[in-house]
């Protein structure tokens, strides 16, 4: 629900549409709407209704296009053929309407485009394959018995690995598929039936059929193994070199004056065609490559040498590497830090993240020094890429201005290990981007780095997301840095007069009153108390002394109620603007779901909590007002 309100990037759709047809009839729904008429309607700045695209690149330009483009002709059958095609104009008709009313009155969960793009290639798609399959023409038309022979067809449908079914699998397959049935009193042509029988949700039936069940936090990426991991590190830092061989072939193909001879032919129509003859083409076998095709392979190796060590050597995820841009100023930070009486150079790479914000924003991961030549490399061998607009470090090969996909680098990786016969066991490794970052924080954890510092790294909201991150056999240590760094946060507290606010505040300026009079003996055995008493961790604004006798939320950080709360401690400076627009935009929501009494009892109690905080910040004598 954020993103519908908090971010310009997700306009609400309707209102999109809306506005572009405000000289023509706007319609809620299509029943009773003719062909003709459903045809005019703008359905984006680029798209008609009419169209077999609708384009939303305009109205979403912080996106990738391929993301907001909604090909109809990507919803195809196992044979090629797809619904755009002659013979199909029942399923074309259904799927277009369908996706009209998502996008103006969309089913509670108010998916984005973006979202609803992915959705048409999973459980729709899904679904038409098996009627047709079946020879069913309409949505209308599959009842209870064949939803019961589609979910077997589903569910017994192996996997391109050949791999046991496991309850994630069975859910991309039938992926949007509940909206489909919510929407259906909208549509001429909608489902009858539930697709999922007694089960309630999508999820519940992927759990009942899978025959391998996957928990929630279940983590599917395998470790690489360290051997793995040396032998790629040891590759890519030799395939760094390709970035001069690919500089020096440009100059010589520069320099090189090939002749063509053009001659024409005469048809039958009378028209003439023309045919071109490279009579000394350039000499490839000299410069040790065959053809361009071998250059471009020679492009591939060194983009993803590049890859492999940047994700290694800083544990960015694949859309954090992939957002870095070409050029020094751009995408490198050199800091000078203070550290045990000296100055140190740190270095950085620049990149956006899109996981800490609605918006990419920008931020800085540390590295080592030696990734500023990987950067070289990549700007020095791949060039031409720039030069020919691509802002991009990790550009496409085909120059449309985006950044390469994940389904491209997780390709390269596998032909890069076998390339290389990066093996283990016997058998060669199949490399995927996640691994490196996992690699790195197993890496970084071994070689002593805090729990804090990791998390601070891999951009991390919850610290509970990093444990699962380091090495599981390191448990009982990290669980003592825990217990340091709480130790640390207490000191920090007590010696500081720093206003704070939050259920707990009261006690801990009674802690800090009798802290300030103790003897320095008697001041540690107080922090050593409160330190075996509760671990403290950061949330959200402020900090929780978490302990389950006095906590509200059962343990669950979604349930965090700090005004009300004993645990709860906040730092009041500068927090009564972030309150304040907090505030505001509940009651904006509030005033948005004003039919929805559920919803807006959740909202009052949101707004009733920060009315509390600003109470209480009212309450205290000093100036909070920033």
Known sequence: MGDRFGSPLYLLARDIVQELNHELDFYPNLKGVSESARAKIKISALSFYRDNVWDFSTEYPSLRSRDVVLKFSQIHFGD???????????????????????LVDPPSTYPKWSTICV??????????????????????????IDFQGFQDWVAESENKYGELITNRTLNSRI????????????????????????????????KDRA?????????????????????????????????????????????????????????PSGEYRYSVEVLNPFPWHRYGVSSANQVRTLESRLLIAGYILISMFSGMRFHEVAHIKFGRINNWSVRQVSVDGGVRDFYFLVSKTNKLQHDATRYLWQTIPFVERVLDALEQGLAHRYTRGNSFLFSGYVNN????????????????????????????????THQFRKKFSRLMIRSGLGLVALQDQLKHFDIEMTKNYGDLNLYSELQQEKFTLSREKYDEIMLTQVPIIGGGADEVEGYRKAFMGMPADDREQLL????????????????????????LCGGDSANCRPADCNNSIIPAE????????RKSENQRMRDFFSGQPLKVAHLDDRISEIDKLLSQMDGLNCDLNS
């Not at 679904?127 to 399959?133: A, K």
């Not at 983590?219 to 890519?236: F, G, H, N, R, Y």
């Not at 330190?531 to 002394?545: R, V, Y």
């Not at 009564?576 to 627009?581: C, F, M, V």
């Open 211 to 267: 025959q391998k069940k996957l928990p929630r936090k279940y983590q599917t990426t395998p470790e690489m193994p360290d051997s793995v991991a040396k032998k790629l590190i040891l590759c890519a830092i030799d395939d760094l070199s390709i970035a001069e061989k690919l500089q020096d072939l440009r100059e010589k193909r520069k320099e090189y004056k090939s002749r063509k001879s053009v001659s024409r032919k005469l048809l």
């Open 119 to 144: 959705a048409m290639n999973k459980g729709v798609r899904t679904l038409l394959r098996f009627m047709r399959e079946s020879g069913i023409v309409r949505f209308s038309d599959v009842f209870d």
């Open 80 to 102: 090629g053929s797809d619904i755009t095609m002659s013979g199909y104009e029942n399923y074309l008709n259904s799927v277009k309407e369908y996706c009209y009313s998502l």
């Open 401 to 432: 201005g985006e950044r390469i996909a994940l389904s491209t680098i997780n390709c390269a990786l596998k032909k890069y290990a076998e390339f290389h016969h990066v093996e283990f066991n016997g058998e060669v490794w199949s490399v995927a």
């Open 175 to 206: 992926y949007g598929l509940s909206w489909l049935y919510e929407q259906s009193g909208k549509l001429t042509d909608g489902l009858v039936a539930w697709p999922f029988g007694d089960s309630r949700s999508e999820t519940e039936w992927a």
């Open 528 to 551: 050593d108390n409160l330190s075996k008493k509760a671990l403290i961790e950061q949330m959200d604004d402020g900090l929780c002394m978490f302990r389950a006798k006095k906590a």
């Open 574 to 581: 500068g927090m009564r603007r972030t309150l304040t627009w």
